[in-house]
């Protein structure tokens, strides 16, 4: 099977070894307390709940009435005990719904739904109402992903199972153990999305998912549930940072570029993480809402590293030890992928949606050095994929000329973490480039507010 990959990109140490064959744990907190945000993509939810209130498994707890929003379940059956500021990857408060589980068992799932019987805006709500997000990182809408913009046709369904970020291997098991929810997820997306074709993307570091993934597509070939169940296929990539971006995915799979500023749909795709999938046919097949998460524990002071199920608001320091035993050294906590994680100050936040991973490094993993001056080699040019000029954008945010920034790429970068990896000098480029992109939204929402007031004609 011929491989495709980008232009661009970087081949850092894998760690994939550790834990890709340790099968998905199911794992509960010591304290039986989760810290479920309000929000977790998508518009800011309101709380639906006041402490004291009983709620079961399943339960909308937090929502919002634009289309843009994301409600939030309980997690577990129990009793509120209050609602407060807690610190979430990202390293910012935001409010949480505190839970204490009960003795109940008490579920309150949604009824079973066929979604190739029913209309596709009755599915579409299914998914707003099961609280499905991008479980890739992004923690996008899923029901909005579905529905392009009017006139827009979608040739194209990618399964995302490049899980190119080192040490993470939660969505290699999630193909291994779920292959068959995953096709029907794919399957389901694209009789929504009107996609003539759907590709399951891995990368060929994973070519033992394929008798798995195969078996399952032929499973759906000979009973086929709705249009499109005949056209799925695996499609292997080479193993190369950031193949599981969006946009490097699509120029991989189907030789598409999606222009600057755009999304996939104007080239005729649609992508959804396997995970995001398999949670897609279990809230049709089962009435599931999203509220657990299948994440990688690891690192090299993680003393039980693995691929793990628990709970959404679960504290991972609620997992320290019973569950998750570290040795001396930790240096650095990182929520995600060392190539995109975010580091923590402690290991007391919750699990959310969106966690893909959490590591304990030591000092051997990872790079404490201090800047040092840019020697201008160019080599953050050559690794970026997105075929930007990562050297020229850092000197115009040194020289506090945003324009100037923004014409060299800023608001393109993915923020993948290629050229800090490949940079000398140890540069923060990335760090610099969210700055950057923050100070491009405040400085336009100043101008908006200005034009309002009237201030700015």
Known sequence: MKTKSFKGGIHPPERKRTTESFPLTPAFPSTKMVWIPVTQGGM?????????????????????????????????????????????????????????????????????????????????????????????????????????????????????????????????????EHAAAVVDGIAIAMHITGARTGLLLIEDNKRWLLPSLTKAIADQKSNPVGAGAHSISVKVCRTKYPQGSEKMLIKAAVGREVPSGRLPSVVGCVVQNVGTLKALSEAFRLGKPLIERALTISGGACGAPGNYVVPVGTLMGD????????????????????????????????????????????????????????????????????????????????????????????????????????????????????????????ARQKKNKESVDGTVR
Do not use: W
Not at 89 to 108: F, K, Q
Not at 329 to 337: A, D, F, H, P
Not at 382 to 404: F, I, K, T, W
């Open 319 to 442: 997992l320290i030890p019973e569950v998750i035993p570290l040795y001396p050294g930790v240096v650095k906590i990182l929520s995600g992928g060392p190539m995109m994680g975010c580091a923590m100050k402690s290991a007391a936040f919750p699990i959310q949606k969106c966690t893909s991973g959490i590591l304990f490094l030591t000092e051997k993993e990872t790079i404490l050095q201090e800047e040092s001056a840019c020697i201008g080699c160019g080599r953050c040019i050559v690794a970026c994929n997105c075929g930007l000029s990562p050297v020229l954008m850092d000197r115009a945010l040194r020289a506090d000329n945003l324009q100037e920034a923004i014409r060299c790429g800023l608001l393109d970068c993915v923020e993948c973490g290629s050229c800090s990896y490949v940079c000398p000098a140890q540069i923060q480029l990335v760090q610099r480039f969210r700055v950057g992109k923050q100070r491009v939204r405040a």
């Open 44 to 176: 800011p939810n309101t709380p639906l709940v006041k402490p004291g209130d009983i709620v079961a498994l399943g339960q909308k707890i937090a929502a919002a009435d634009t289309n843009m929003s994301v409600p939030v379940h309980a997690s577990i059956s129990g009793i509120v005990k209050k609602i407060e500021n807690r610190l979430v990857p990202g390293n910012i408060e935001v409010p949480c719904i505190v839970i204490e589980a009960d003795e109940s068992g008490a579920t309150a799932f949604m009824p079973p739904m066929d979604p190739f019987t029913c209309t596709k805006e009755v599915a579409l709500e299914r998914i707003r109402d099961a609280g499905l997000v991008g479980m890739g990182g992004a923690s996008f809408p899923t029901h909005v992903k579905l529905k392009p913009p009017v006139g827009t046709q979608i040739e194209y369904l990618l399964a995302n199972g490049a899980e190119c970020e080192p040490f993470l291997t939660v969505d290699g098991r999630i193909m291994e």
